[in-house]
């Protein structure tokens, strides 16, 4: 399966200010995806990363506050954009090569917090 | 809508005990797709398993165990002779409609399993 690798893997932010989480792939795949997860919660899909267009966000979440980039097939970014203590989750990139034939695997995650 | 249901919050055992993680999903698709994925407390989601929905065979992989009962819409997971290291929290979840030739998750709200020495 593909190597994931998220950075930062933690992170402490005032409120008010913006954050980019970046997911690098070791080999190219089809999809990417975006996960939060809050504390002591499951996990809830932000949106799926296009390459080369804009991301498909999921209900309850816009492109202002989690602006998304995914410029190749082996990276994508995600920016948590004015922060405040709600936003304290993990995130999380996931992967996925088209067409059902392997399951989404996940990168380690960004421990993010906000004072 | 697709939802997964995981019931149990929270479980203890004590070591070398059996344990079954209970799973329960709705949905209306006929081709769907379950997974089980374990979260250690570093933090990391570790992929277990992924059952089509056209086979309900059950599967075994060590002391992993996988029960898939279309009938009740259920996909049970059974951990024997547990171990401490299998302490986590594990994720049951479903394929919701392919888009794009991928699969969109929902996951259930996991069981936090803790194996006591």
């Known amino acids: 399966s593909a190597v994931i690798s998220q950075k930062p893997s933690r992170d402490i932010c005032q409120r008010g200010t913006s954050l980019t989480i970046q997911c690098q792939v070791d080999s190219q795949v089809t999809m990417m995806f975006w996960y939060r997860q809050q504390p002591g919660q499951s996990l809830t899909l932000i949106a799926t990363a296009n390459q080369g267009s804009e991301a498909t966000y999921e209900s309850g979440f816009v492109i202002d506050k989690f602006p998304i980039s995914r410029p190749n097939l082996t990276f994508s970014t995600l920016t948590v954009s004015n922060m405040s203590p709600e936003d304290s989750s993990i995130y999380l990139c996931s992967v996925e090569d088209g067409g059902g034939n392997q399951p989404q695997h996940f990168g380690d995650g960004t421990r993010l917090s906000i004072l | 809508a697709q939802k997964v249901t995981q019931a149990q919050t929270e479980i203890s055992v004590v070591e070398k005990e059996d344990v079954t993680l209970d799973c329960v999903y709705e949905?209306?698709?006929?081709?769907?797709?379950l997974f089980w994925y374990k979260q250690p407390p570093s933090g990391e989601l570790v992929f277990l398993i992924r059952r089509n929905s056209f086979d309900e065979q059950n599967e075994i992989s060590g002391r992993y165990s996988w029960n898939f009962q279309k009938s009740t819409s259920s996909f049970n997971f059974t951990i024997t002779a547990s171990q401490v290291v299998d302490s986590a929290v594990y994720f049951c979840?479903?394929?919701?409609?392919?888009?794009?030739?991928?699969?969109?998750?929902?996951f259930g709200q996991g069981t936090r399993l803790t194996i006591n020495p």
């Open positions: 979840a479903l394929s919701e409609a392919i888009i794009q030739g991928a699969q969109k998750l929902v």
């Open positions: 949905t209306r698709d006929t081709t769907y797709y």
